[in-house]
């Protein structure tokens, strides 16, 4: 090949990757599905064989990657920077009995970025038939942040907006689902705070759905960690927060979604469930996790190292702590042991021989069993 044959070459192939990567952009703004994408690509934008390697690269990161990036995305590209915000918080509980069995500066009030979601995924299962199809409102079209591309009218269900709310954590999904459920993104904002105090979460304020930055939205690690197990009373929810990949309709087409937690993959017995991160909350992630019959919540608000952070947590909290059964454990020698007091309403005792509380594995603590009225 002579050098302008090769000059000519070398020049296509330039403009063609441009042309890619408007395509790229118009296509992740639009909301292309898999499928159309590489159809265009194949038949319609490029005819040569840059075409064939491209079009499938180009169309599984629109259908995928660029289809809703998560905030970790670009979350990752800055993990030198730091946070703005010194304050910092992390927590692991049981989540049956909400047992604290490790906790850093637990109840410091932090940014709690898109972690924001796991608040309105509880309120919509609460609210909402997950069948139930939402026409998309203006407000949730062009929401900044991660996204999913929702465009207004588009007709959605329930159900898809969680996995776009969870996986992808998407702030438009967040929005369409507040309006669904309470007609307005501030009346929505209500209900967070009114469910975030009957759970027991009474030092944190919810402004929005998302987590979208406001120095009137915050919450603690402890606060957190106690919606999540509420959260993980609903099946539903567990079973979108451990989900890896999903398939979602926005006006019956396909659309294929990634998980963006990487506990799923790193840990064992990893079951959830969100990520967030702003320049003011800095990183950010609530894991879930489950091994012989114990599930633990864990929360870290602003800590950079929030993976091994996480697993160091989580391995503590399995590492030291077991469930054991309620008869067995209040029935056990007492001597020169920690007693370790749970509280319950007068009106939730079951059979202690089905019941379980996570108890040190050394031995070192028993059970006192506490009943109380509920009030109201």
């Not at 996204?147 to 702030?171: A, F, H, P, Q, W």
């Not at 959830?272 to 909350?281: M, N, Q, W």
């Not at 990183?283 to 952070?309: E, K």
Request: aromatic share 8%; glycine share 8%.
């Amino acid at each position: 090949m002579d050098k302008k044959k090769l000059y000519s070459a070398i020049i296509f192939m330039i403009a063609a990757m441009l042309l890619a990567s408007c395509f790229i952009l118009t296509g992740a703004s639009r909301g292309y599905s898999e499928k159309s994408i590489a159809s265009i690509l194949k038949n319609g934008l490029f005819n040569n064989s840059f075409s064939q390697i491209a079009s499938k690269e180009i169309a599984r990161k629109l259908a995928g990657d660029f289809r809703g990036g998560d905030d970790f995305d670009e979350e990752e590209k800055r993990a030198g920077e730091a946070s703005v915000q010194s304050s910092r918080g992390a927590v692991v509980i049981e989540q049956s009995t909400r047992r604290v069995l490790y906790s850093e500066d637990m109840n410091v009030k932090c940014y709690p970025a898109s972690t924001t979601k796991v608040l309105t995924a509880l309120i919509t299962l609460n609210s909402l038939e997950l069948d139930r199809v939402v026409k998309v409102p203006k407000e949730a079209e062009g929401v900044e942040g991660s996204s999913i591309y929702l465009r207004k009218g588009d007709e959605i269900t329930v159900r898809d907006l969680l996995y776009g709310l969870m996986l992808r954590s998407g702030n438009d999904a967040a929005t369409a689902l507040a309006i669904e459920a309470a007609g307005s993104v501030e009346k929505f904002a209500l209900i967070m705070n009114e469910t975030a105090v009957s759970l027991g979460a009474y030092n944190s304020n919810f402004v929005n759905p998302h987590g979208l930055h406001d120095d009137n939205h915050y919450t603690t690690a402890y606060d957190l960690a106690l919606i999540t197990a509420a959260a993980y009373e609903n099946p539903e929810f567990v079973k979108i927060a451990s989900t890896l990949q999903a398939k979602i309709l926005i006006n019956d087409e396909a659309h294929y979604i990634a998980n963006k937690n990487k506990l799923l993959k790193l840990y064992d017995g990893a079951n959830g469930v969100k990520t967030g991160y702003t320049k003011k909350s800095g990183r950010c992630l609530v894991g879930g996790a489950q091994r012989d019959g114990m599930q633990l919540i864990s929360v870290v608000l602003n800590y950079g190292d929030m993976w091994n952070d996480t697993i160091r947590m989580l391995n503590y909290g399995f590492e030291n702590f077991e469930m054991k059964p309620f008869d067995k454990s209040l029935l056990e020698n007492k001597t020169g042991k920690q007693p370790i007091e749970f509280v319950r309403p007068e009106n939730e005792y079951k059979d202690l021989a089905e019941e379980r509380f996570p108890l040190r594995k050394d031995g070192s603590e028993y059970l006192i069993v506490k009943s109380e009225k509920k009030l109201g």
